[in-house]
């Protein structure tokens, strides 16, 4: 049965920081994995997909990398903002028909 | 990226009413849609998957006769909460995956529900 675990469970940084978000997974067949954010009482939003057969994505100030092999993936946030701040969570489809299955969400928190 | 649209976003009801939410994906056509509930500073917890036209399927412990899900179209699929109670207050959010663009998830932004 696929597990994902995240760390750390909440990370508090000052503005300007670069920080990585650690993901993993304990069945390495998956079919893509994606970073979601998550504010406070709100839905989820798409940060970054990658299928299994990539190695990163990147958008914007985000970097995601995927690591199969090792069930690791990271979320790489440059020169953090206070609008950053919020619950970032990993998922992993394990197949293409399937649904996701969530980490525990990082919190994150970048103060001013 | 696609859009999924739920509603209502907030809901108030009395207990043994019935609630009735929503799920729409406005730019594409999502054959399968998935139902999560989400306990305060918990993750998600997968409910049910839908399939357009046939019935859901839930996950172990889920009772299917008291959250009812239709998915009748290929855009809109409901969740409908039976005869509510206070433990049922949650927050529930949907998803869609689009096949194209390499099965990407789009959730929606998430129903409050308040039983009281």
């Known amino acids: 049965k696929q597990e994902v675990t995240q760390i750390p469970a909440a990370l508090s940084v000052p503005e300007g920081e670069n920080l990585v978000l650690n993901c993993s997974f304990t069945?390495?067949?998956?079919?893509?994995l994606q970073w979601f954010r998550q504010d406070p009482g709100k839905g989820l939003t798409s940060l970054l997909l990658?299928?299994?057969?990539?190695r990163e994505q990147t958008s914007g100030r985000l970097n995601a990398s995927l690591d199969k092999s090792s069930g690791r993936s990271t979320l790489y946030i440059a020169a953090s903002q206070p609008g950053d701040s919020a619950t970032y969570l990993c998922?992993?489809?394990?197949?293409?028909?399937?649904?996701?299955?969530f980490g525990p969400g990082t919190r994150l928190s970048v103060l001013p | 990226g696609a859009v999924v649209s739920q509603h209502p976003s907030r809901v108030i009801c009395k207990s043994g009413t019935s609630v009735k939410i929503e799920c729409r994906s406005l730019?594409?056509?999502?054959?399968?849609m998935f139902w999560y509930r989400q306990f305060p500073k918990q993750s998600l917890m997968l409910m049910a998957t839908?399939?357009?036209?046939?019935?859901?399927?839930?996950e172990q412990g889920v009772e299917k006769d008291k959250f009812l899900i239709n998915h009748a179209s290929l855009t809109l699929s409901t969740l409908t909460v039976t005869s509510a109670h206070p433990e049922d207050s949650s927050f529930y959010i949907c998803?869609?995956?689009?096949?194209?663009?390499?099965?990407?998830?789009?959730f929606g932004q998430g129903t409050r529900l308040t039983v009281v």
């Open positions: 839908s399939n357009e036209g046939s019935k859901a399927t839930y």
């Open positions: 730019d594409f056509q999502a054959t399968t």
């Open positions: 998922a992993v489809r394990p197949s293409s028909g399937q649904n996701f299955v």
């Open positions: 998803s869609a995956s689009q096949l194209k663009q390499g099965n990407e998830a789009f």
């Open positions: 990658i299928q299994s057969s990539q």
């Open positions: 069945d390495s067949a998956i079919y893509n």
